[in-house]
């Protein structure tokens, strides 16, 4: 339990918690539950299956970006309304997917509008909705994590958009500043320890067109070292 708490896999550690209370072995076991009941862990969304993955651009967006994109390019106030509109009503009445990714679009309009809570609202239903993807567990942990949400809050979703799409460095990333707001506001040197190996695989994993991701990465990197050696 506690290797996966370290390392951040928290819907993992709760699991085994869960398992190990069931079988007599309460303590440390209680102990972990205690920290996670708040968060609901056995209502998190799960996959239903194995699925292709969208793969992130140079330019840091991904094709479920497109549709978002078109939106910012309409200059008519009245036809931007009604797109808008439509994304509402397809929230509301289209097959699971189609609100899925009306409210992943959503969810960008009101990070551009700076209603951030409303944001991540719209990024959690995207997942509800199709947990499958996961780009819409990404996105959703690295704003709740831009907007200081509470780690045992972020880490489930980035976790989970990790076990979808290993290969993608964003995920990783996240992960690693994730670990380092735990290891600072816990004071616990295992998650600095564990942010250093995982900002290792973001590094491992990011390609050679992902000039500005790597940006990220590296000053990421640089501040753990400071931490290390400090």
Not at 135 to 153: C, D, H, K, V
Request: hydrophobic share 35%; proline share 3%.
């Amino acid at each position: 339990m506690e290797k996966y708490f370290y390392d951040g896999q928290f819907l993992k550690c709760y699991e085994e918690a869960t398992r190990q209370l069931q079988d007599g072995n309460d303590a440390l076991a209680t102990q972990f539950l205690n920290l996670f009941k708040k968060y609901e862990y056995e209502n998190f969304p799960k996959p239903t299956g194995q699925h292709t993955q969208s793969i992130e651009r140079a330019n840091e967006s991904y094709e479920e970006n497109d549709e978002l994109e078109q939106l910012r390019s309409i200059k008519d106030e009245q036809e931007f309304a009604a797109k808008v509109k439509q994304l509402e009503h397809d929230a509301r009445t289209a097959d699971d997917k189609r609100k899925a990714q009306s409210f992943y679009v959503q969810g960008h309009l009101f990070l551009m509008a700076h209603q951030y809570d409303e944001s991540v609202h719209c990024f959690i239903e995207a997942v509800k909705h199709n947990p499958n993807k996961a780009l819409y567990y990404g996105i959703a942990g690295q704003t709740m994590n831009r907007f200081n949400w509470s780690p045992f809050e972020i880490m489930v979703y980035i976790e989970r958009a990790i076990d979808l799409d290993p290969e993608n460095a964003r995920w990783h990333w996240n992960k690693a500043l994730v670990l380092t707001r735990l290891y600072k506001d816990l004071n616990a040197e295992p998650f600095l320890e564990q942010a250093l190996v995982t900002i290792e695989k973001a590094i491992e994993t990011c390609r050679e067109d992902q000039a500005s991701l790597r940006n990220g990465i590296d000053s990421t990197l640089e501040n753990l070292k400071e931490y290390l050696f400090n």
